[in-house]
């Protein structure tokens, strides 16, 4: 069974910054997609950033520039560095990866970390 385990959030001030790292476990053979999500209260699940298989990135508009997503396969790890934080950050923050499945691929979820921007 494939967990995906999130850390790092917590409460910083505005222009702070925080790491968040997901850790895959488990029977894990391949990643492809990586990405990080955001949840606010009262607003929809929407995509801060993925990462491919290849390595390219890209990001949602309001945090280009900001934040920065990678990766490191041996540990079936990913990574979200965040930077200049702002209150509109806080969000529930989930991870999720994209792995074969046998000829489809299966969408796996982190249990989401809190994270709280404000002075």
């Known amino acids: 069974q494939v967990q995906l385990v999130e850390s790092g959030g917590g409460l910083v001030q505005p222009g702070g910054s925080l790491r968040l790292s997901c850790a895959g476990s488990?029977?894990?053979?391949?990643?492809?997609?990586m990405g990080w999500y955001r949840q606010a209260p009262g607003k929809q699940r929407e995509l801060v950033a993925a990462?491919?298989?290849?390595?390219?990135?890209n990001y949602a508009d309001s945090v280009k520039g900001r934040f920065t997503i990678s990766r490191d396969n041996a540990k079936n790890t990913v990574y979200l560095q965040m930077n200049s934080l702002k209150p509109e950050d806080t969000a529930v923050y989930y991870c999720?990866?994209?792995?074969?499945?046998?000829?489809?691929?299966?969408?796996?979820w982190g249990q989401g970390t809190q994270v709280t921007v404000s002075s």
């Open positions: 990462i491919l298989s290849s390595g390219s990135t």
């Open positions: 999720n990866a994209e792995m074969p499945y046998g000829l489809e691929s299966r969408s796996y």
């Open positions: 488990g029977t894990i053979f391949r990643i492809n997609d």
